[in-house]
């Protein structure tokens, strides 16, 4: 599916044009509160948003991390190597610069967003990354939060679980898994641990975050934390087998 149009990551920084299109979002998803429409807007857009830099990431630690023994399933080498420098050197990783003036975000016409690539390189490792996710993150939460009086804290959860989700969308979820939490760590602005759980063998994201859909007459996400544990675990069964 080819984009209508793609726009400035930079815009996010400004109010009048998030206003207008989290206003638009209401004919996605029928008309809500300022807050809850911000929020849903705020779920999609974030996963979008971090998705280049965490791509990088992975691809790039990869091709550093040592090879691990057969039967083993120790992947805190690919760690290691994307935030601890070596001999005192700044690792040299090609990371995608997550910054908001790096970033284009393309959409469909009605609004929804299709994806996002960053336009410049990243000189650093983990830590560098987490940086400039921090600076755009924040950017793009305050603006929200200003704008419809959503709660950055609940924002900013669902940042991390955005995270998560596309961490393990990547070829090795196994060793995305452990970026996942130095990651956030380093990214900062208070945000929660990412947690995960399996699913038989299959990973799976513990939410910390409600994107409200439900608020709007959809049902809930199959892994909401607004549902029973028991609920949450016999849908996810369902759904990841």
């Not at 940086?131 to 900013?156: C, H, N, Q, Y």
Request: proline share 8%.
């Amino acid at each position: 599916m080819k984009p209508d149009w793609t726009a400035p990551a930079t815009l996010l920084a400004d109010a009048e044009w998030v206003r207008a299109r989290i206003g638009g979002a209401a004919k996605l998803y029928g008309c809500a509160a300022p807050e809850i429409l911000g929020t849903i807007w705020w779920y999609s857009l974030s996963s979008v948003l971090v998705a280049p830099a965490l791509e990088s990431l992975v691809a790039a630690t990869e091709s550093v991390a040592s090879p691990v023994p057969y039967g083993g399933a120790d992947h805190s080498t690919s760690v290691r190597a994307a935030s601890a420098p070596p001999a005192g050197r700044s690792p040299r990783l090609t990371l995608a610069d997550p910054s908001l003036d790096a970033v284009e975000i393309d959409l469909l016409a009605d609004g929804r967003f299709l994806g996002a690539r960053s336009t410049r390189s990243l000189s650093g490792g983990l830590p560098e990354l987490g940086a400039a996710l921090g600076e755009a993150l924040g950017a793009a939460i305050a603006t929200i939060a200003a704008v419809t009086g959503a709660r950055a804290r609940a924002l900013g959860a669902i940042a991390t679980d955005s995270i998560g989700n596309r961490l393990l969308w990547t070829p090795d979820p196994e060793r995305a898994m452990a970026l996942a939490e130095p990651l956030v760590a380093a990214i900062g602005l208070g945000l929660p641990k990412p947690r995960f759980v399996r699913v038989g063998r299959t990973p799976a994201v513990r939410r910390a975050s409600c994107c409200l859909i439900y608020e709007v007459g959809n049902p809930k996400c199959v892994s909401c934390p607004r549902q029973t544990p028991s609920e949450r675990g016999a849908r996810l069964r369902a759904a990841l087998g």
